[in-house]
């Protein structure tokens, strides 16, 4: 029994776990009185308990709080990514003996401390629920199997993001162990924009309405040709961030900003207390935003690399959007979006909203590496063969409003008419006409000096190629043809397709037309045969030649008209940045047929057309610097040419013969005899502006140098000097 002296004293009982530091020291038994110990009592030394943690002794509330708290913390990781949370479950009914429960909770926790995988192999999974991160190796026999493993999976990162590692890397082996789930040391973008604008000297304040006027823009003229946003979630996931602060793998202002860069691109509106040049304004934000946010990036990430490289083009730096573009397919491999939503790690667990989301990202990403590919001619960031994710349909665009209604700075000019949207029909056709662009370059445009019989192979490819897409354009429904404008006119983002198909496709008769991108791609086909004549491409008749020359003409001619319908309907300030190539590629072959053309109709015809193209790329040109560029380059081209056509001091008024140095081609287009130079009336050598000119369209069209060509037999009777950029427009990247 205790003395009365020592009453006031705490003995919690006979036995102790834990000894003071004192009686550790001394290495004596500890009696673990309080607020002393005896033995401390006798030394007359202060008695101080260890402050380390000891598992042995931490009440179970706490334990359970602390467990409660890091849940807390797993659960908002997997709703920041868009993942279900499992059912809760009723503790109360489960009893160890029924063996539902494992002994350890913190192992039995699907993404516990001990555990960062996404579910252990070990462990069995917890009976009755439902788990929404199942393990890719779940059906799997036995551990052994993921050494033998060749596919590879999804795992969770120190980042919380969900990422791809491919079975050469071995990090494709779930695994049990202390990793944390989050990495303190990476930085993260989120709460922090402020700072980091301001660092980068951008931290001017943006005001709501201009922000939300520039996003309108990017929603209505540029998303629905690339659709990479759903309008309804990013609004919606902005508000949220903006309300509560909690970071969302749907929204960053990285997103933002670069969406309203592309805005500023299209508006004249000129805010007080911001630059001059929004467009750099907001591209310098969002690069500034985008070197912290590549620490942990995600699917946001993805999305605004897309945009960022577009901007980084209409600003004529073709070496970093060339770059942001293929960012952008290296991350979206980085988070699987390459893959079906079975062979991710929350594959059957996640939503089927989510994995509807990703999949439009990444065809949207997909999209844009294929336009960029075909804009520099290079090659694809992701190989088709390493694509497995299901390709996309008209139902995964999602869109609040079925309908495009055009949207422009003076809102006193809101077009009342309602177009059909028509957003997952152009989206799903698009993706379509990728596809089988990919396979063109790597036919066709992948030989240097190529012999006889090559030469006749590849002309062989290039019929089925063209077969193959005119299969494609037959499957095509109404409602994305080119039909008579008058009653119902067609939603930007339906042209634009159509110009596509236009660069590829033969006869705008002959082929349902559909789109500039479409006609782009007929003609790089058939470019390559059209300006050999006759000895410049061995193996080939006159007859082939010809017929690929009638071929890019009249795919140049359809995506004239379709620019006509465009800038009728909508205006040519407002097209697509990838639109840009598309007149590139059509005025060249104008302007080849404006002074080379055997017809005196087609030559006609052909400054026609020409022109247009060059009115087109100026008024582009407002909006994009590397519309300028474009324009520069043809109007050098023809400037060249039309020094050379001019009469010559003891020519007799008579067209340079010069230009048929390299011989001429009769009216069937078979070469007549060549005249000697000094032989008859302006018959002297090739002078050097028009070598100059013919060297630079050769250079832009790939012509061969041995290629002839034919002069045309009077010089142009009206001015071009309003096409001619009054100074350089180039403005050199990077």
């Not at 006889?452 to 299969?471: D, P």
Request: proline share 7%; aromatic share 8%; glycine share 6%.
């Amino acid at each position: 029994m205790e003395s009365t002296s020592n009453r006031k004293l705490i003995r919690p009982g006979k036995h102790v776990t834990r000894a003071c530091t004192g009686c550790r020291q001394r290495k004596t038994k500890c009696d673990g009185a309080r607020p002393q110990c005896a033995n401390c009592r006798i030394h007359n030394q202060q008695c101080v308990m260890p402050q380390g943690v000891d598992k042995r002794t931490v009440p179970s509330k706490e334990r359970y709080s602390r467990l409660e708290q890091y849940t807390q913390s797993l659960e908002s990781v997997l709703l920041s990514n868009g993942i279900t949370l499992p059912p809760r479950m009723d503790i109360s009914a489960l009893t160890p003996d029924s063996g539902a429960l494992n002994p350890n909770p913190v192992v039995q926790t699907p993404a516990s401390r001990d555990d960062s995988s996404w579910g252990s192999i070990c462990d069995p999974p917890i009976e009755g629920s439902d788990s929404a991160i199942p393990s890719l190796l779940q059906d799997m026999e036995s551990p052994v199997d993921l050494l033998s493993e060749r596919f590879g999976s999804l795992q969770l990162a120190d980042d919380g993001q969900v990422r791809f590692f491919g079975a050469t890397s071995n990090l494709h082996i779930q695994h049990v162990g202390s990793f944390s789930l989050a990495d303190p040391k990476i930085r993260s973008v989120y709460g922090s924009e402020g700072d980091i604008l301001r660092h980068a000297g951008v931290g001017e304040a943006v005001p709501e309405q201009l922000e939300d006027h520039l996003l309108r823009l990017y929603f209505c003229w540029e998303n629905p040709n690339i659709p990479v946003v759903e309008q309804d979630v990013f609004y919606a996931q902005r508000a949220m961030y903006r309300a509560t602060g909690r970071p969302s793998h749907l929204y960053s202002e990285l997103l933002a900003n670069t969406m309203c860069a592309v805005g500023a691109a299209l508006t004249r509106r000129r805010p007080c207390g911001l630059p001059e040049s929004l467009a750099e304004f907001f591209s310098t934000r969002a690069k500034a935003l985008l070197e912290v946010e590549m620490d942990a990036p995600s699917l946001c990430t993805v999305q605004a690399l897309v945009i960022l490289s577009g901007v980084e083009a209409l600003l004529t730096r073709d070496a970093r959007g060339w770059l942001y573009s293929g960012m952008a397919m290296r991350l979206a491999t980085d988070l699987g979006l390459h893959l079906e939503p079975l062979q991710s790690a929350h594959g059957e667990g996640s939503s089927a909203s989510e994995m509807r989301i990703r999949r439009v990202v990444f065809w949207g990403a997909y999209i844009h590496d294929r336009m960029w590919s075909f804009y520099v001619g290079r090659p694809e960031s992701l190989d088709e063969k390493h694509i497995f994710v299901e390709p996309l349909k008209a139902s995964d665009i999602v869109q609040g409003a079925t309908c495009w209604q055009r949207y422009i700075d003076e809102d006193h000019d809101l077009d009342p008419i309602s177009l059909p949207g028509l957003f997952g029909e152009v989206a799903q056709y698009t993706v379509s006409l990728c596809r089988r662009m990919s396979h063109i370059r790597r036919a066709l445009y992948n030989s240097l000096h190529p012999g006889k019989a090559e030469i006749m192979s590849l002309h062989s490819t290039a019929r089925e190629l063209r077969a193959n897409l005119l299969s494609w354009a037959e499957t095509l429904p109404p409602s994305l043809s080119l039909r008579d404008d008058k009653e119902q006119p067609l939603p930007p983002h339906v042209l634009q397709l159509q110009c596509v198909y236009l660069l590829f496709a033969r006869d705008w008769q002959l082929t349902p037309p559909i789109s500039m991108q479409y006609h782009a791609i007929l003609v790089v086909i058939d470019r390559p045969f059209t300006y050999g004549r006759y000895q410049g491409l061995p193996g080939l008749t006159a007859a082939d030649i010809e017929e690929c020359h009638k071929a890019c003409t009249d795919a140049a001619i359809s995506i004239t008209k379709t620019l006509q319908v465009f800038r009728h309907r909508h205006g040519a300030r407002q097209m697509n940045i990838h639109t840009v190539h598309l007149i590139f590629t059509a005025a060249l072959v104008h302007i080849h047929n404006v002074f080379f053309a055997p017809a005196e109709d087609t030559r006609t015809a052909a400054r026609s057309h020409f022109r247009i193209s060059c009115q087109v790329l100026l008024e582009i040109g407002q909006a994009y610097k590397n519309a300028l560029r474009a324009l520069e380059i043809v109007t050098s081209i023809k400037s060249k040419l039309e020094t050379a056509q001019r009469p010559r001091p003891g020519s007799d008024g008579e067209y340079n013969g010069g230009l048929n140095k390299r011989a001429r081609l009769d009216a069937h287009g078979l070469p007549t005899p060549s005249v000697s130079a000094g032989s008859g009336a302006g018959t002297e050598p090739l002078v050097a502006p028009a070598m100059e000119g013919l060297d630079m369209l050769e250079e832009c069209l790939d012509i061969p140098s041995s290629t002839t060509f034919l002069a045309t037999d009077s010089g142009f009777p009206e001015s071009w000097g309003w096409v001619s950029p009054p100074g350089s427009f180039f403005t050199g990247s990077e």
